[in-house]
């Protein structure tokens, strides 16, 4: 191969690395990975020790994480950003972290609906093991089947329900997301999203 031809091929790696935000899709790959393990071996530690009204508590608010999740990504894309400009202008608090989420768009929308959704579904898998192994009063094949599929249902629902208020109330999800990340940034020096993405 040519030194013309290799240059051309690494600067054509190189766009299409910058372009479609590969270094991005390699973190959040290997965060995922131990992020699962991590909440995975959490919950079933603190589930397998837990009554079962609480264990059901503790699946639902995982589900409705994931419902949540799933709602701020979709705002996110569906917002646009001339309004938080506007409100930035009038220095409203807030809006320049919704202006921070707009400029990330795909990164935050693949942690919302990706990582933080498919982390809550294999968790609230877990959960509902650990309530079927916790009774013992009906049939644990029968039961099974009937929480997998109350958590499936509530889970297709939520999200079902979750996208048309993202379309509708785009802006305002947006703009609660970012005072609630302003807070914690000014408040707690946590910043989830750097200026350098």
């Not at 921070?100 to 968790?123: A, E, P, Q, R, W």
Request: charged content about 20%; overall charge positive; glycine content about 8%.
């Amino acid at each position: 191969m040519s030194e013309k031809n290799h240059n051309k091929n690494e600067r054509y790696f190189k766009y299409i690395w910058t372009k479609y935000n590969l270094k991005w899709v390699v973190v959040i790959s290997i965060w995922t990975f131990f992020l699962t393990i991590l909440f995975t071996l959490a919950s079933e530690s603190i589930l397998n020790n837990t009554q079962i009204f609480l264990s059901f508590l503790i699946l639902i608010c995982i589900i409705f994480l994931g419902v949540a999740s799933d709602m701020v990504g979709i705002a996110i894309t569906a917002a646009s950003d001339k309004p938080f400009h506007a409100m930035a202008s009038d220095k409203v608090r807030g809006a320049k972290y919704a202006i921070k989420l707009k400029k990330n768009t795909g990164v935050v929308s693949n942690f919302c609906n990706d990582v933080v959704g498919d982390i809550c579904g294999i968790i609230s898998g877990v959960a509902g093991a650990s309530i079927v192994l916790q009774i013992d009063f009906i049939h644990r094949g029968i039961l099974t089947i009937i929480l997998t599929s109350f958590i499936a249902s509530l889970t297709v629902g939520g999200k079902a329900l979750g996208k048309n208020l993202a379309v509708y109330k785009s802006h305002e999800i947006v703009f609660r997301t970012a005072k609630i990340l302003t807070r914690l940034k000014d408040g707690l020096g946590i910043d989830f999203i750097k200026e350098n993405k």
